[in-house]
């Protein structure tokens, strides 16, 4: 009797495989890939413009012009872009006024990735390439990520996550692949350093981006500055908080210079999503 695999319990190479014959498939069309510079949408693009090319069908990498990621992400995302071989556009969009998330609310991620996506459809329609894909991973299913209702709403194609490709397969294959964002440590939107329920604006952002551009010049692989009021709260891996120590009087002024009346190490060190804790936590709650 055959037994059929569910995703997650299918090898590297058989999903390796799938995700290839998917991309395939998808990309008879030309493609549009909603694509950050990130490990994920980076192979993605890779994948997509491979598939492409034996279908001879486009494919546009396209990047969000967004305040709520640091300013370099569009060169790198270029770069990046011209690496792979693929034309890469930007689209500029505010999502602070015109996906309602002035005041950071719970949902801030379904309401941004739904404007996001929105503006990225209509520009593929102007492309006319009817199929838009993006990069979301197995592995992003498992912890709190409103946004992935909004790509489910808008029917956009995510075949990472279809293949069962988790966040280190992506990295494995990025290597194989010889794409240079494979190790790159993930960058959500500035917006995270904030609790929810905190009045956004453009100063604040940058703020966040000043700070983390500095602690970055330490070497730091993972780092977050989490704002609470007047406090700057550090994250970073628990094997580098030596580093934070050695650094702390450079630190304390760059960042107390930045008008922060407290500058802390968080002793519970990097946690992706840490703002999220108490309202996941709520959610399971809810479930139960």
């Known amino acids: 009797m055959e037994i059929i695999k569910t995703v997650s319990e299918k090898s590297y190479k058989e999903k390796t495989e799938a995700l290839c ?21 980076s192979l993605l693009l890779k994948l997509a413009v491979l598939a492409a090319r034996e279908n ?28 792979i071989g693929a034309e890469h556009l930007v689209v500029h969009m505010d999502e602070l006024e015109k996906a309602g998330i002035m005041k950071n609310p719970e949902d801030r991620c379904y309401r941004c990735k739904k404007y996001l996506f929105e503006e990225l459809q209509k520009k593929a329609k102007e492309l006319k390439a009817p199929v838009l894909l993006e990069g979301t991973n197995a592995d992003d299913c498992k912890v709190y990520r409103p946004g992935l209702r909004a790509l489910q709403e ?6 990472l996550m279809e293949a069962g490709v988790t966040k280190e397969e992506v990295r494995q294959l990025s290597r194989e692949y010889e794409i240079t964002t494979a190790d790159r440590p993930a960058a959500p939107c500035l917006a995270t350093r904030f609790p ?4 956004l604006t453009w100063e604040k952002l940058r703020l966040v981006e000043q700070a983390e551009t500095f ?3 330490f070497g730091f692989y993972n780092v977050r500055l989490r704002v609470h009021d007047s406090c700057a709260r550090i994250e970073v891996d628990e094997k580098e908080f030596a580093l934070v120590c050695k650094n702390s009087r450079a630190i304390v002024d760059f960042i107390s210079g930045l008008g922060f009346d407290y500058v802390t190490l968080d002793l519970g060190g990097f946690r992706s999503g840490s703002m999220d804790l108490h309202v996941a936590n709520r959610k399971m709650v809810e479930k139960e």
């Open 215 to 217: 602690l970055k010049t």
């Open 154 to 159: 808008l029917g956009i194609i995510s075949p």
């Open 56 to 83: 001879g069908t486009k494919v546009f990498g396209i990047t969000a012009g967004t305040k709520l990621h640091p300013l370099s992400d569009l060169e790198s995302a270029r770069k990046i872009a011209e690496e």
């Open 196 to 199: 929810y329920g905190t009045v």
């Open 21 to 41: 014959e998917r991309l395939r498939v998808l990309t008879l069309e030309d493609t549009v890939v909603a694509f950050s510079g990130g490990a994920d949408s």
